[in-house]
């Protein structure tokens, strides 16, 4: 052990203690023992970053003529043990102080795609690279996979793919090969030897191809690894020249990575159970739209992070009718979603058996729940139509229970539907409400949605409403005839444009293609989750346009 005076063994021990409550002690670095107590405990000014403010800038003057230095003077000018030891020190609290940075910004990100990609931009910055992508691709081939790239386009990334794995540090881990560790790859010049550069063999043609193609002449490859799940995937950065991160990059990459594959794990296990409940909230929703004949269907349904209770149900009833409804359940998660099935359930049979009167069928659903649930809630609004006409032509009786009023959209006029006012169910000892009858003329759409939509806007509800009225009178007129066409223009014009229920039905995200392009991503996406995610709701429209 080394002779050192309390004094600075009190320093040092107070410092080690932070990086072990950092959880990254072994970032400290050996320190070589030398000098007496005395000189370690001189006092010294405040340093910064290894920086010594002792020393006086010199003016940027001309040179002078060098003196003779004699031996004695040389060994003077040679810093002490002291100042040495404080250099590494400040040294060790600016990495740090780096890595904690790095590590609350990826406690921040709030879900697994956003913490991908801040994982990527933060370890670029560590190893000193401009490009880089991470695969996810647990161990346990239950999903999700997935490929983001950072400075890479998605015609990139399918090159890439197109390397066989074996060729590459990264794709060796992948397929769990024995010897697979990662590191540093330099690609060797077309003429060199095998052997050299890291490379054991000649370079795979395809490799050397792709990596002409993009430009890239060396990589850094880290296993993704956590306690609990095993292997999750593997991250590369690539290198423009032949270079690779120095001992001290590396040692803080690799910090960096063990911690956030912790938090990337916890991420995935998140990101499983939303799409576990997600898919039961589907299967609880109808799997194909009924075909009435003069009337066409579309419906989209958006399902929260935290999965909620917003339902929307169409089936035929007797005599050529058809049964609208829309509702959702207060609360949210999993209880939310089984009691968003049993009332959905429920309305169908009282649709069936007294469908013509929407009143009695919110009624009876209404006693059902304070019967059955008295401590749940819910809004809902049930739509009786006669789409082919009778003898006083199209019309839709409907009734709601403290929900939205529908929206009719066409050529000639877009307005609200003027329900009355009602509790919603589970709220009164005693519910109801009147119903409205409307006339759709031909080719006129009534679009039936939930709160949510409304909500999602971040808007006050005023100004939401005002939002989509002005959307839905806005529709272009070479969609007005295609019920799902409308839906898809109502979230992309009412929603902002970093809701992920904006985008087209079916459509995929575009690959982050630079570092500044990732940190806006991340910053949209944890703004779109607002500070918490109870406030992100599920959205469901239900369209039927009358031909």
């Not at 990264?170 to 590191?183: E, F, K, Q, T, V």
Request: aromatic fraction near 4%; charged fraction near 20%.
């Amino acid at each position: 052990m080394l002779d050192i005076d309390p004094r600075v063994r009190v320093d040092v021990d107070s410092l080690m203690a932070a990086q072990h409550d950092l959880g990254v002690c072994d970032a400290i670095w050996r320190i070589a023992p030398g000098g007496k107590a005395d000189a370690m405990s001189a006092p010294h000014l405040p340093k910064v970053a290894g920086i010594d403010p002792a020393v006086t800038a010199v003016p940027q003057t001309a040179a002078p003529t060098p003196a003779r230095t004699t031996p004695a003077q040389a060994a003077a000018a040679v810093p002490g043990p002291s100042t040495v030891i404080q250099d590494r020190l400040a040294g060790m609290v600016s990495d740090l102080t780096t890595l904690h940075e790095l590590t609350e910004r990826l406690a921040r990100a709030r879900d697994l795609d956003s913490s991908l990609q801040e994982f990527l931009r933060a370890g670029a910055a560590l190893v000193g690279a401009r490009r880089g992508l991470v695969v996810l691709e647990p161990s346990d081939g239950l999903g999700p996979t997935t490929t983001i790239g950072l400075g890479l386009g998605r015609a990139d990334l399918g090159h890439i793919e197109t390397v066989p794995r074996t060729a590459t540090s990264y794709g060796r881990i992948l397929d769990g090969l024995p010897d697979a560790r990662g590191g540093s790859e330099v690609l060797p010049e077309p003429d060199a030897a095998p052997g050299s550069n890291g490379y054991g063999a000649p370079v795979d043609p395809r490799h050397r191809e792709v990596a002409a193609r993009l430009g890239y002449a060396a990589s850094y490859a880290l296993p993704l690894t956590a306690e609990a799940t095993g292997r999750l995937g593997a991250a590369v950065w690539l290198y423009d020249e032949q270079a690779e991160p120095s001992e001290r990059q590396r040692d803080l990459a690799g910090l960096y990575v063990r911690h956030a594959a912790e938090h990337l794990a916890r991420m995935l296990e998140v990101e499983r159970s939303r799409a576990r409940l997600a898919t039961v909230a589907e299967e609880l929703l109808p799997s194909r739209l009924p075909r009435i004949p003069g009337v066409q269907l579309a419906a989209r349904h958006h399902t929260g992070p935290r999965g909620g209770g917003d339902w929307y149900d169409a089936l035929p009833l007797p005599e050529g009718a058809l049964g609208l409804a829309v509702g959702s359940v207060g609360g949210a998660g999993p209880s939310a979603v089984a009691a968003m099935g049993r009332l959905r359930a429920s309305l169908r049979a009282y649709a069936v058996m007294e469908g013509e009167d929407p009143v009695a069928v919110l009624s009876d659903l209404e006693l059902l729940l304070r019967l059955t649930e008295p401590a749940r809630c819910a809004t809902a609004l049930f739509a009786y139509c006669e789409p082919a006409g009778g003898p006083q032509g199209r019309k839709i009786i409907l009734a709601g229970a403290g929900h939205a009023p529908p929206l009719l959209i066409g050529e000639h006029r877009t307005e609200y539907v003027e329900t009355t006012l009602s509790a919603p169910l589970g709220m009164l000892s005693c519910w109801e409400a009147p119903s409205v009858e409307i006339e759709p003329a031909r080719g006129e759409t009534v679009l039936l949605y939930t709160d949510g939509l409304l909500r999602r806007t971040g808007d006050s509800m005023d100004r939401a409403y005002a939002r989509l009225h002005a959307a839905a009178a806005g529709v272009p007129r070479a969609i007005r005839d295609d019920p799902a066409a409308i839906c898809d223009h109502i979230l992309r014009t009412v929603l902002p444009p970093d809701d992920p229920a904006a985008a087209p039905a079916g459509s995929a995200p575009l690959a982050v293609a630079s570092a500044a392009a990732a940190t806006t991503a991340a910053t949209a996406a944890a703004a779109a989750m607002s500070a918490t995610e109870d406030e992100v709701e599920d959205i469901v429209l239900l369209a039927a346009r009358f031909d």
